[in-house]
Structure formats: structure tokens, C-alpha cells
């Protein structure tokens, strides 16, 4: 899967140079560009984003200022001309502060920093096991718990919450926690047995004991359809044939 890049920066010139250089990486892509901070605040809204490219110095409010208006940043590398904000944005935790003019050769080592930090916590794998045991042919994924990597069967796997930075993992042995977000795992996982039901839920469709117009219980959890879910999910649920309907 590709890094969704922003641009943000009110000179056209420096947008282009951002977006030459990232046309150069094989798995970036840009996937708008925006000349102030309420245009990229339209466009978080509307698309996932990665990487923030983000200028200090626009119209209406500073790049440092939309930063901290915003409660879950994508990860920001700075592109700016100057070098008295370098302090504030490392107090915002960006991966990087690039001084224009920028260099390839810079950007790249940004865009390095940015992979070290953005090391993948989950890993899908399909199992290949041989002999009597059954689970060893089955799916399942490796997730980094603290400095533990821990292996989880996609079929003991109950539901998984999203909590900001986080996911917690519940499974029918334990609860893993994990560094990643609800997004990216509902990328990493099967389609056909996971379902996104609420901004903060995935839940296994095998695991579903009932279901409500408006919940699912999983083991006497009751877990919310979120409003913007409920047509989908309720029309997947029907359509698997849980239900003659509701």
C-alpha cells in the first residue's frame, strides 16, 4: 500500500518541488495539494492521510498553529524558510524540519526518518503448517506488543477497538495492544471476515451471537453500528443470510 502524501504550502513553486520529489518514490503518492490550512483542514476531513508536507508561514493561520488545532495528525514533515519554528514543531512531534531551499538528497533522509517511525506493528501472514494440527494452516498475524512480537490466529480474533494511536486486539485468550490505527488494520485484514461496523469497532463476522438494527453482541459484548456503517454493515449481515431480515 502506498503513503498518502498533503502538500501544504501557499507558494505553487515549493508545492511543485515537494511533488516532483515525491513522484520520484515508488510507494508515495500524493493525494492533494492545498495553498492554506482550512483547505487542508477540508481534506483531512475528506481522504486518509500519511504524511503531511506542511509550510509554516500562510495565509490565515501559521502552519504551527493548524497543527496544534488538530487532535489526530497524520505525521507532519516541516518544509519551511524558517529556522525559529524548529523548536516548536519538534515540541509537536514532526518527523522532520526541512529548510527551503530543499535538496532531494534532504528529503530523502526525511523520508527515511518518517519509515523508522512508521515501522508496520502488523503483519498479515497465511500459516502453511504441516501434520495433524489444523491451525497451522490457518491465517493469522504477527503484532508488536512493546518490544514483543506476538502471533494471533485471525480465527480466535473477537473484535478489535480503536483508541486513537492504538487498537486493543480482543481475542478469545487475551487482549493485545497495539501501536496502529483502526484504519490500517482494517486494510491489513480479510474483508471477508472482518467487518468495520463503527469508527472505533471491527468485529469478526464469525464471532456475531446477535445483532440489533443499531448493535452486534459478541460474547456478551454488546458493541454500536455507527449511523454512517449501519446501511452497509446490515446489508452485508442480510445478505450472508444471518437474517430474512429485520
Known sequence: MKTRCLIVDDEPLARELIKGYVAKLENFEIVAECSDAMKALNTLRAKPVDLMFMDIQMPQITGIEFLKTLKHPPKVIITTAYREYALDGFELDVVDYLLKPITFERFLKSVNKFY????????????????????????????????????????????????????????????????????????????????????????????IEAFTANTIEIQNKELPIGRSYKNVVLNLLNFSGAVGGL
Open 116 to 207: 523508522q517511525m512508521n515501522q508496520d506493528e502488523v503483519q498479515v501472514v497465511s500459516g502453511h503448517g504441516t501434520g495433524s494440527d489444523k491451525a497451522t494452516d490457518e491465517a493469522f498475524i504477527y503484532v508488536k506488543e512493546n518490544k514483543k512480537v506476538i502471533k494471533i490466529y485471525l480465527s480466535e480474533i473477537k473484535y478489535i477497538e480503536g483508541l486513537s494511536e492504538y487498537v486493543q486486539i480482543y481475542t478469545d485468550k487475551r487482549k493485545v495492544i497495539v501501536k496502529t490505527s483502526l484504519t490500517l488494520m482494517e486494510e491489513k485484514l480479510p474483508n471477508e471476515q472482518f467487518l468495520r461496523i463503527h469508527k472505533s469497532y471491527i468485529i469478526s463476522v464469525s464471532k
